[in-house]
């Protein structure tokens, strides 16, 4: 019994957990389109629109050229690639 108790209370934490994730990430994305929703995206060129996304770690600071300054762990390499998908705004560019 106490089995099944846990499962239960478990399954409902992962479903509930997941439910407001998700709402979490649409009410994100919703005020971002509202926020932007006057610019013309066919005008971007490169596909990229920083302040649309989600950016934990500065990208202005990775400019492509290795140096001694711009080495990243892959924690960082993948907060930077997951800022730069979410600054995605038009289907210019294909991530």
């Known amino acids: 019994m106490k089995t099944k108790i846990t499962l239960i209370s478990l399954f409902l934490t992962i479903v509930v957990g997941n439910t ?6 649409q009410a994100y994305t919703d005020t971002m389109n509202a926020i932007f929703q006057h610019i013309d995206k066919s005008k971007i060129t490169t596909g990229l629109l920083v302040d649309y996304g989600l950016q934990i770690v500065a990208p202005e600071y990775f400019n492509g050229i290795p140096s001694d300054s711009n080495y990243v762990d892959m924690e960082t390499w993948i907060s930077l690639y997951c800022g730069i998908y979410d600054a995605k705004i038009n289907d210019r560019i294909i991530i």
């Open 20 to 25: 407001m994730a998700q709402d979490a990430n």
